[in-house]
């Protein structure tokens, strides 16, 4: 199997207090990861590639001091959204590549943020 | 740039009849090819992916999709839908293997009884 986890599945937070988002490959190690953001019937955009034991790759537009990605190790790898604000509420997915599968990606069940 | 088209957003379909759902991307090179399935606050499940070979490709829970490279399509096809196939579902690409995932706007399948 490939199971990809996220924890937590829910998150409401205050404006301006920082959250963290964790991605976990239970059964397999990822030396890359993805994280990806979901609005309301949209589709999925890419935010960054995350790299075991190095920075991680931003996409364009996407501000990296306020979505902080640590991949420490190769199960896991953090999203931190810092100081939050209503706009940031989103669906946020991770997903693991499986090197023996092509690095194939299997994605996580998604963190519901909502910032009041 | 790259991209990924989904030609219709909304299909709605009758139970046991069948459906196609449309993808075109837009590459002059080599591509990998996915479609994936959403179930509402959920994350994504593959349901077949092309990568190379034989241009038919068959996935999960009956069904599948043709690969043509003259038309750059990745159509996804059932002969006959459930009302547990409702879903969103979500043409991707890749340029290379491994590489990142361009999604292409969804499309929300709704069957009806």
């Known amino acids: 199997g490939a199971v990809v986890s996220q924890h937590p599945s829910w998150v409401i937070c205050k404006s301006g207090t920082s959250v963290k988002i964790e991605c976990r490959s239970l059964?397999?190690?990822?030396?890359?990861m993805f994280w990806y953001r979901q609005f309301p019937k949209q589709s999925l955009m890419l935010m960054a590639t995350?790299?075991?034991?190095?920075?991680?790759?931003?996409e364009q537009g996407v501000e990296k001091d306020k979505f902080l990605i640590n991949h420490a190790s190769l199960t896991l790898s953090t999203l931190t959204v810092t100081s939050a604000h209503p706009e940031d509420s989103s669906f946020y997915i991770c997903?693991?590549?499986?090197?023996?599968?092509?690095?194939?990606?299997?994605f996580g069940p998604g963190t519901r943020l909502t910032v009041t | 740039a790259q991209s990924v088209t989904q030609l219709d957003s909304q299909v709605p379909v009758f139970e046991e009849a069948p459906v196609e759902l449309r993808c075109n991307y837009s590459?002059?090179?080599?591509?990998?090819l996915f479609w994936y399935v959403q179930y509402p606050n959920q994350g994504l499940q593959l349901l077949l992916k092309?990568?190379?070979?034989?241009?038919l490709v068959k996935g999960i829970n009956g069904f599948e999709a043709e690969f043509n490279k003259s038309q750059t399509s990745f159509h996804l096809r059932k002969p006959s839908v459930h009302i547990s196939d409702t879903a969103e579902y979500f043409c991707?690409?890749?340029?290379?293997?491994?590489?990142?995932?361009?999604f292409g706007q969804g499309t929300e399948l709704s069957v009806k009884p």
């Open positions: 995350s790299n075991e034991g190095s920075k991680a790759t931003y």
């Open positions: 590459s002059s090179v080599s591509v990998y």
């Open positions: 997903s693991a590549a499986k090197r023996d599968r092509g690095n194939e990606q299997y």
């Open positions: 059964d397999f190690q990822a030396t890359t």
């Open positions: 991707a690409v890749s340029y290379n293997q491994g590489g990142k995932l361009i």
């Open positions: 092309y990568l190379s070979g034989s241009t």
